[in-house]
């Protein structure tokens, strides 16, 4: 069983900062892509910032110089550092990866979700 776990929301003023951890267990072969998420009340899912298997990362744009993805492969835990928070980015934020699983000569790829964390930016 692959499970994601996410962990290091909370409440923060403005401007505040905030780290996001999402660690992976389970029997996992390998992790491509990982990415995190949010959804605000009534709101579409949206991506917040993505990373590849090498280190490569996007974001969007709203989020970009104030955010930053990375990961720890040998830990399988990728995070999200944000910093200058807004009031506009409360929303629950999810962790997401490309999980292969199998046993040897049948690997197949997987999308995962983290159950998420609640990310509270108020006075």
């Known amino acids: 069983q692959v499970q994601l776990v996410e962990s290091g929301g909370g409440l923060v003023q403005p401007g505040g900062s905030l780290r996001l951890s999402c660690a992976a267990s389970?029997?996992?072969?390998?992790?491509?892509?990982m990415g995190w998420y949010r959804q605000a009340p009534g709101k579409e899912r949206e991506l917040v910032a993505g990373i590849t298997s090498g280190g490569s990362t996007n974001y969007a744009d709203s989020v970009k110089g104030r955010f930053t993805i990375s990961r720890d492969n040998a830990r399988i835990t990728v995070y999200l550092q944000m910093n200058s928070l807004k009031p506009e980015e409360t929303a629950v934020y999810l962790c997401?990866?490309?999980?292969?699983?199998?046993?040897?000569?049948?690997?197949?790829?997987?999308?995962?979700w983290g159950q998420g964390t609640q990310v509270t930016v108020s006075s």
């Open positions: 997401n990866a490309e999980i292969v699983v199998g046993s040897p000569g049948y690997y197949l790829e997987h999308d995962y």
């Open positions: 389970g029997r996992i072969f390998s992790i491509n892509n």
